[in-house]
């Protein structure tokens, strides 16, 4: 288990993730974080290769400019299967806030061979519309 506070001024990257009034704290952010707690309970120091499932994005993570937020990372060995793989459930939970429960959690697989076959798409050369 690990905490940390969320600030604008300790986290700049904040300002570019500012959405309707609010501070949002990023997915991607959210998702390494889990993936450096579940390293660190498996002794590892290196990400070689993992798979995330399951992600769940339960409530946002929002962040205030003033008081900033205090979350705290959690990761749990779920199982170590066979060959050696290794699944671990993670977990964000923001504080003070009254909800005991994940805004974002995710399950890990470290030493997974499987591969999803990857699918080939072709591109028409034509930039994509994007409506943000």
Do not use: C, W
């Amino acid at each position: 288990v690990f905490s940390t506070h969320l600030s604008l001024e300790t986290d700049p990257y904040l300002n570019d993730h500012h959405f309707q009034g609010s501070y949002l704290f990023p997915t991607v952010f959210g998702l390494e974080a889990m993936a450096q707690a579940a390293l660190y309970l498996l002794g590892n120091t290196e990400l070689a290769r993992v798979q995330i499932r399951d992600v769940h994005l339960l409530r946002p993570i929002t962040v205030d400019p003033e008081t900033g937020a205090d979350i705290t990372i959690r990761a749990m060995l779920a199982e170590v299967q066979a060959g050696g793989q290794r699944v671990v459930h993670a977990g964000i939970m923001k504080q003070g806030t009254g909800v005991q429960s994940d805004f974002f959690e995710a399950t890990l697989v470290f030493g997974a061979t499987d591969r999803a076959p990857m699918a080939s798409v072709a591109h028409s050369g034509m930039p994509m519309p994007l409506a943000p």
